[in-house]
């Protein structure tokens, strides 16, 4: 309980080694992570960065990542379950270009620096705290980012490997709790934050997560464009991943149906008991304009309700 509490009033630290780490270098890395991915990578200066999907040409979401720029790299973060794959995807557009990919996932780690004194943590360590999402700025041998993965106040730290017990030694010198995979589940459940692997998936559009912040229209071609721009055209998304809380201290079976009136409306995806609400917290797709007006939501028997109508990053 004391990582779940630091996350939550505090600040905890978190192992996120397991992310994949892919580092992309040569005169072309831009032109093409550009044609691969739904944000703009072109304008991104050395120091900043973006969330981004990699679609297929379905338009349908292979990875989920998280971009930065370096003077002379770009490093694309993303889930441990897409590394392999998304490092494949890459590889196989790699054509007369000039670019170099390298997983570096083993020789680095990245530790999590997460919850409402997280900014006081890296101040005590002399370190940079870069302001603006996805940005970030080198500490040493090391790179702070500003994103987090529970959808709480929060940096990244991305280190060789070596680096990683004096890291973790300082980080709890200043304050830092360890908090486990459990609690950071929680803690993002609780702000609706969804996860590729859990709440996103193959299965899923851009438009259903709700997480535009991460699909630029005005940029022109990458593979999925057509579709993407087809559906924010004409619409025709049915369901959207919403955060729920449901009236239960025992969280129902992923892909439990969500009822509304008798009427089936939606999907659990991910969900965890949470302490501070006293109730479970979950994420689900729910066809929003299926609910009848007045209708009562019910997961399992148990009430439920819309707390986020969209999902946070």
């Known amino acids: 309980m004391r990582g779940y509490e630091a996350l939550r009033e505090g600040v905890g630290w978190l192992n996120l080694s397991q992310r994949g780490r892919i580092r992309a270098t040569g005169e072309d890395r831009v032109r093409l992570l550009h044609a691969m991915t739904t944000n703009d990578i072109r304008q991104l200066e050395p120091g900043q960065g973006c969330y981004a999907f990699f679609l297929n040409v379905q338009g349908r979401i292979l990875a989920d990542a998280v971009v930065l720029a370096m003077p002379d790299a770009l490093v694309i973060d993303t889930e ?66 500003r994103f987090s993965t529970t959808g709480r106040a929060g940096f990244s730290v991305i280190a060789p490997a070596a680096a990683r017990d004096a890291l973790i030694r300082d980080l709890e010198a200043a304050g830092a709790i360890s ?32 997480l535009l912040s991460g699909v630029n229209f005005n940029k022109g071609c990458y593979i999925g ?21 449901i009236d239960a201290d025992r969280p129902p079976s992923t892909d439990a149906r969500i009822t509304a009136g008798g009427k089936e409306v939606g999907e659990i995806t991910s969900a965890a008991y949470s302490p501070a609400l006293g109730r479970t917290a979950a994420l689900a797709y ?27 990053r």
Do not use: M
């Open 80 to 145: 441990p379950e897409t590394r392999s794959s998304l490092y494949g995807h890459l590889d196989k557009y790699i054509i007369a270009d000039d670019v170099a990919l390298e997983d570096v996932t083993e020789t680095t780690i990245e530790i999590g620096i997460e919850g409402p004194a997280a900014f006081e943590v890296l101040e005590k360590l002399g370190a940079p705290a870069p302001a603006a999402p996805y940005s970030h700025a080198q500490w040493s041998e090391a790179t702070v980012a």
């Open 179 to 210: 908090a486990d995979t459990e609690a950071a589940r929680t803690a993002r459940l609780e702000q609706g934050c969804p996860r590729y692997g859990e709440d996103i998936t193959e299965r899923h559009i851009p438009h259903e997560t709700q």
């Open 286 to 312: 729910v066809r929003t304009g299926e609910i009848p007006p007045g209708a009562e939501l019910s997961v399992e028997g148990n009430r439920a309700r819309i707390t986020a109508g969209k999902p946070s």
């Open 225 to 245: 464009q057509e579709i993407v721009e087809r559906v924010r055209s004409r619409g025709g998304v049915h369901r959207f991943l919403v955060g729920l809380e």
